[in-house]
């Protein structure tokens, strides 16, 4: 069997370096941008028109200043259905309370899989 060989990042760069650089990188996907299909996909969805888009187009640079909501991590084991009725449940509820929906970080679609040694 082969392994991928995945260099590791310089290791003469400072803690602050580091963290500025994971923050320049730090992605976010809207509410509005997940759906139950992206709950069940594993690589890609499609849009309405029927056009194949890559995950990581679905997410978006968080902005200076800006925090995001919620972290989660996609499983392919877990009950597509069952996680989709909760994360409407959860994005409901945080918009009844500050009057905007939440941004989440998504592993699938907030790292570049096809970049996936960078991260």
């Avoid at 709950?39 to 890609?44: A, D, G, V």
């Avoid at 084991?77 to 409901?92: C, G, N, R, S, V």
């Amino acid at each position: 069997e082969v392994l991928d060989w995945v260099p590791l990042p310089p290791q003469n760069d400072n803690a602050v370096e580091l963290l500025e650089a994971a923050r320049k990188g730090l992605r976010c996907i809207e509410w509005s941008n997940i759906t139950r299909e992206l709950m069940r996909e594993s690589t890609s969805v499609p849009d309405p028109e029927g056009d194949i888009t890559t995950l990581y187009s679905l997410s978006r640079p968080v902005a200076a200043g800006e925090k995001i909501d919620f972290f989660m991590s996609h499983s392919w084991h877990d009950d597509a259905e069952a996680k989709w009725l909760k994360l409407e449940e959860l994005a409901e509820s945080f918009h009844r309370k500050r009057n905007r929906f939440p941004t989440f970080w998504l592993d699938k679609v907030c790292i570049d899989q096809s970049f996936i040694g960078d991260g």
